[in-house]
């Protein structure tokens, strides 16, 4: 069962547009809520992660929008670059357990 | 600071060989966690050990996969026997402990099951 659920699969976007990737959870216990980023042959590493008392967070150029009444929570990829391009994942635990559950990922394609 | 150590990066075997994945976590961080990540997919957990002692298990499947951290360390992941449904990477994780939640990845074994 997929607790964490990221559309599109994939997007191809022009450098300096907008990637919007989309997340949507059902545990209600969540409370804690990552975006990794991963390039190929290497590990997911943590890009900026949101709680949910607050509906948005900004780091650098990426930013984070939490709707928890809908529970869904996107990342928006601002000024994009061609060394943006690589697999973003969602993904979310409840405190005190640590265990993430990831979305599929989502490919982000920025052309110059 | 030195990151998530795994070793090896790839290892190719036979169906019904087995095989074995070493992990050297973040020092100071007494949480580590197994990932297998699908090609195509997102990280899936497999066992998540707090010190030496598992936390959980419950998505290892159990008569083909054990892990151990024996000194609160280093940890092995083995598979034995392999299927061809376990060609996958092999993510290791750690984390200060448990109640923090940012977890730092190493880059995978990548392992091919023929």
């Known amino acids: 069962q997929q607790q964490v659920k990221q559309s599109p699969q994939s997007l191809i976007v022009q450098k300096g547009g907008i990637p919007i990737i989309n997340c949507a959870y059902e545990?209600?216990?969540?409370?804690?809520f990552p975006w990794y980023q991963q390039f190929p042959g290497k590990g997911p590493a943590l890009l900026i992660a949101?709680?949910?008392?607050?509906s948005e967070k900004k780091e650098g150029r990426f930013t984070i929008s939490f709707n928890k009444s809908a529970k869904q929570f996107s990342l928006h990829i601002m000024d994009s670059q061609p060394g943006d391009s690589a697999t973003y994942f969602c993904a979310a635990t409840d405190y005190g357990n640590n265990r993430l559950a990831f979305g599929k990922g989502n490919q982000v394609v920025v052309i110059p | 600071e030195a990151g998530v150590a795994q070793s090896p990066r790839y290892k190719i075997i036979e169906k019904r060989q087995s095989v074995a994945f070493w992990c050297n976590p973040i020092?100071?961080?007494?949480?580590l966690y197994w990932y297998q990540q699908i090609l195509g997919q997102g990280p899936k957990l497999l066992i998540q050990f707090q010190n030496n002692g598992v936390v959980d298990d419950s998505q290892l499947p159990k008569d083909r996969f054990s892990a151990e951290r024996l000194k609160g360390v280093d940890s092995t992941l083995k598979i034995q026997p392999a299927k061809l449904e376990d060609s996958a990477v092999y993510l290791c994780?750690?984390?200060?402990?448990?109640?923090?939640?940012?977890?730092?990845f190493g880059q995978g074994t990548r392992l091919t099951v023929v």
């Open positions: 949101i709680r949910p008392d607050v």
């Open positions: 020092s100071g961080h007494a949480t």
């Open positions: 994780a750690s984390s200060l402990d448990r109640w923090n939640t940012e977890a730092f």
């Open positions: 545990n209600t216990a969540f409370d804690y």
